[in-house]
């Protein structure tokens, strides 16, 4: 059920509060107003004192004069046509049946939007409710047709909402006083609970039954209840599907790896992330071996991304290789490969992938790759002493594969022979040179 906005009882007797204070200075209650109820919240109390200006005979004359100066000055900062009350506030400074100090007091509240902060303005708010009663003069005042006042003030303003039939047979908010005769002064004397008489409807303490009006007016009106039944259903056809309800008896299942011991885990995810920065000792290296080994699903769960591995090659090559070697069958070990072939050729990248080979069945595309990434790295490097070192150990990288019958010759046959020829100078160069020769 949606929850209705309305004042609570605390926030009741402040507002109401504000509108008892007849002798006090209009700008001390809109202060006091602005204070008890942030920017945010104003818009609630607004509207309560907007339902109660609805009806004359709800507040006195000083009580109202207070109430059209909150919702005057609650959205003073802003343009007239932003006022969410400016129609409410228009058409009683339009209204010929309300009293006319009541209509010019809105009219001089409507000229403080273009006013600029003038003396004439800020006397206003000086006076109380009261006073400004007391001192008013109808000679002085002219009233405006209610075409030029809403051209002026609220041209741009929010269109009026709209009203559906079905909404305008809503019960008000507020029901006129059963007691109380069209025409007669409800604030007469007469009206009041005589002693020893009998109760009347609209009799008792006023101001009680103002607060609680202000803290039970909800933004909507009691309106009828909307009846709609839900439509039956259509036969189903011969041809159509049938929807079916089973209901099925779950039984409960017991969680076996609810109490399973993950410290293992744990410990090889810490010795992961270790070995990332740096080589492990030998006791570090073989418990990582040793967990994998034992529990070849842990290599899952060990932290270990395809982003990650250059680190993991350069740092701890054989802990790299056991968990390639895991990974074989893993949806990512595509990624896993192609990061391996991407990664600076090392000795140690070279160790990898070499004991893959000898481990696992390699993809040939992989290694043809390597090797060509390899060759590539060679001739590129300026340093000659790192170049002589690389190409003896590609050199002797080669040689194992082609030893251990890893990759065919003839389909590197051309570029291996031009790289031997290259680097004829080096001694492995020429030695791999000759082993080519003599597999031809």
């Not at 008000?172 to 004397?189: F, L």
């Not at 209901?247 to 011991?261: A, F, P, Q, R, S």
């Amino acid at each position: 059920m949606k929850k209705r906005a309305t004042l609570g009882f605390e926030d009741s007797k402040a507002v109401f509060g504000l509108l008892r204070a007849e002798q006090r200075p209009l700008e001390e209650i809109v202060s006091d107003f602005a204070s008890i109820f942030s920017h945010g919240r104003q818009f609630i109390p607004s509207f309560s004192l907007s339902v109660l200006l609805q009806d004359k005979k709800m507040l006195s004359s000083t009580q109202r004069l207070i109430a059209f100066a909150i919702l005057h000055q609650a959205y003073a900062s802003q343009k007239p046509s932003a006022n969410p009350f400016i129609n409410l506030i228009i058409s009683a400074a339009c209204d010929v049946e309300a009293e006319k100090c009541e209509r010019a007091f809105i009219l001089q509240l409507l000229q403080l939007f273009v006013s600029d902060g003038s003396n004439n303005g800020k006397e206003l708010l000086k006076q109380s409710a009261a006073d400004y009663i007391k001192n008013f003069d109808p000679l002085v005042h002219v009233f405006p047709q209610q075409e030029q006042l809403q051209q002026q003030y609220a041209d741009k303003g929010h269109p009026e909402p709209y009203s559906s039939p079905f909404k305008d047979g809503s019960i008000k908010n507020v029901v006129a006083d059963p007691d109380v005769p069209s025409g007669c002064d409800a604030n007469s004397s007469e009206f009041d609970l005589q002693p020893g008489a009998k109760s009347k409807v609209g009799s008792g303490d006023k101001d009680e039954t103002m607060l609680g009006l202000l803290s039970n007016i909800a933004l909507e009106g009691l309106g009828p209840h909307w009846s709609r039944p839900i439509p039956p259903r259509l036969p189903v056809q011969d041809d159509e599907l049938v929807w079916l309800n089973p209901v099925d008896n779950h039984e409960l299942l017991w969680d076996d790896g609810m109490c399973v011991d993950t410290s293992r885990g744990a410990a090889v995810r810490d010795l992961i992330a270790k070995a990332l920065k740096g080589p492990l000792v030998p006791a570090q290296q073989e418990q990582v071996l040793l967990e994998l080994a034992n529990d070849p699903k842990l290599v899952y769960h060990c932290g270990l991304t395809p982003r990650k591995l250059p680190e993991l090659v350069e740092n701890n090559p054989l802990i790299a290789v056991e968990v390639l070697t895991k990974l074989i069958n893993s949806p990512e070990i595509a990624e896993y490969f192609t990061v391996l072939v991407n990664m600076d050729m090392s000795l140690h990248s070279m160790e990898v992938v070499n004991r893959l080979t000898t481990a696992v069945e390699l993809p040939s595309e992989f290694i043809h790759m390597y090797i060509t990434n390899c060759i590539s790295s060679c001739e590129n490097i300026k340093d000659k002493y790192m170049q002589n070192r690389l190409v003896r150990l590609v050199c002797v990288f080669l040689q194992s594969l082609i030893r251990n019958n890893i990759i065919n010759v003839k389909d590197l046959f051309i570029e291996v022979q031009a790289f031997c020829i290259e680097f004829s100078r080096i001694r492995e160069a020429a030695a791999l040179f000759r082993l080519l020769k003599s597999l031809e």
